[in-house]
């Protein structure tokens, strides 16, 4: 037995040395997840209260420049004022001066590529083009959120029925959502609730709600049909159950038309891919023959008219995927 003992014992005592470092190791991550959820929801709630009620800004957000100088420089330009709302509704974590920044780089090196092709005609082109790249990407991240927040929306929307027919006001259940829902719908709705603390009225912060998401025409729909039931009167949680109804067949009419319209979108991107494919299957096979289209004269010619046609016939595939209803 004392044999046993012996032998057992420094397994015995290793594995619970591993057990108390594993315990150890859970307590902390515990502890870090409870600190790290005070602390989200502590910055959601910072967020929510840094907008701007009646011209006075509780939390200055400083979408032009973290630098105090560059912020008043850029404040005082008036065309910026489109690229800060831009950030605003796409929801990014940028200020003006850094999308600047990336513009002059890309424009930049539009003007680099268009110098080693030695194509002096492309460099109004590139340059612009290159340049453009951060509000493509931002106005594409303001959509994917509009769309984000349209899914969301139905399951919100009954939430807040369900909140209202348990006898909560309609601003408290605006806090329910923002409490319960997912983002980025739950930063919206508690933008709202906070607007209306701060002091705005129950319409102004709903269609302050519906400039920061310009292109949801589901938020506008509900933003209407809750204004109109205010001053008219009615059956709230009849009328949101409707809007929920509505949106959710309106969700599933829109996923059947694009499984109809998959195949042509597929042969789209096909078709639209096979260029460049067969492009680069040359170039490794043969990888001189391509070349005689980035000499000056007749090849380019042909490159310029090739890439014309390609883009229009992109657009004709697009253009004939599309369904009116």
């Known amino acids: 037995m004392s044999n046993f003992i012996q032998a057992v014992g420094p397994a015995l005592l290793v594995a619970l040395i591993v057990a108390a470092l594993a315990l150890a190791e859970g307590v902390y991550y ?34 032009m420049a973290a630098n ?33 920044g990336a513009m002059g780089g890309l424009f930049f090196a539009g003007l ?37 927040i349209s899914e969301q929306l139905p399951d919100a929307l009954e939430m807040m029925s369900r909140a209202i027919r348990a006898g909560h006001a309609l601003p408290s259940s605006f806090k329910l959502i923002a409490q319960e829902c997912p983002t980025p719908v739950a930063v919206e ?37 809750v204004m109109i039931q205010r001053e008219t009167g009615g059956n709230l949680v009849e009328v949101l159950d409707n809007i929920a109804r509505t949106m959710r067949e309106r969700f599933k009419f829109f996923s059947k038309l ?32 391509l070349l005689e289209l980035f000499k000056p004269g007749m090849g380019r010619g042909i490159l310029i008219t090739g890439i014309t046609m390609w883009g229009i016939g992109i657009l004709w595939i697009r253009s004939l995927m599309k369904v009116e209803y």
């Open 30 to 63: 515990a502890a870090r997840f409870l600190g790290e959820r005070k602390g989200d929801e502590l910055k959601r709630r910072l967020r929510t209260v840094g907008e701007v009620s009646a011209g006075v800004q509780i939390l200055r957000r400083r979408r």
């Open 68 to 100: 105090d100088w560059l912020n008043e420089t850029l404040s005082g330009i008036p065309v910026l004022g489109k690229i800060e709302k831009l950030i605003e509704q796409a929801d990014q974590d940028l200020t003006v001066a850094q999308v600047l």
């Open 112 to 148: 680099l590529v268009a110098a080693i092709l030695q194509n002096w005609m492309a460099m109004p082109l590139l340059g612009p083009g290159f340049a453009m790249v951060p509000i493509i990407l931002l106005a594409n991240a303001r959509t994917k959120r509009a769309l984000t």
């Open 189 to 225: 709705f508690a933008r709202a609730y906070e607007q209306q603390n701060l002091g705005l009225s129950f319409e102004t912060a709903v269609l302050n709600m519906c400039e920061r998401v310009p292109s949801n025409l589901d938020l506008r729909l509900f933003a209407v049909s």
């Open 258 to 289: 694009r499984a109809l319209t998959a195949e042509g979108r597929i042969s789209g991107w096909i078709l639209g891919s096979l260029p460049f494919g067969v492009a680069f299957a040359i170039m490794i096979t043969n990888p001189g023959y």
